[in-house]
């Protein structure tokens, strides 16, 4: 479950125990509940439980999509992603592990310090990095929702007419770096005017 909290890029300390996510309501609750436990990026983090527990919140990535992220993690593990009533512009991260491992030029790596306080309590200065767009880009992902389906990457369905969006992580990143080969990625970012 995301849990991300973007504090830490405005210098604020971040708590792995107490710092509240910024992505929905389901993380909270997810952090009070003994069986769930936080993978460390103080940014891009994830509430997790049961399956593979052990192996997500020993990732110790300095980059929010680095080959070692939980990101990273789900693409090789061949995870399926679930988007509760969500358009992919306001919730598919994902897009962003792909452009970092082509390496896009609209984007870059950018290091973020602040104090991160650990699970045993024990606050440091630490650094940690995003890859985060250029100035004149916005992320526009809109196109991936008609490519997903017509990949059969994706699947919709709908509980008590909430839409439900389940993504084959390995299927995207195949549609998402085809893209950034031969379209220049502009299916998931444009310029500013």
Known sequence: MQSFNWDFCKGLSYDILNSKSQTGALANIALKRAEF???KHPIYSFMVANNFQKDLIKLDNKGAFDKNSPFDFMYKNKAKMIIVDLPLQDSFTF???????????YRYNKSFTSFYIDEKGYKELKTYDMF???NNVLTYIYP????FLEKSVMKVVFFD???IKIINLEKAYEVIS???KQNQGLSLHILKA
Do not use: G, N, W
């Open 161 to 163: 007419e909430i839409c």
């Open 178 to 180: 085809k893209d950034i």
């Open 37 to 39: 436990k936080r993978t």
């Open 144 to 147: 991936l929702e008609e490519l």
């Open 132 to 134: 985060v767009r250029a």
């Open 95 to 105: 897009v962003h592990y792909v452009e970092q491992c082509f390496k896009v030029s």
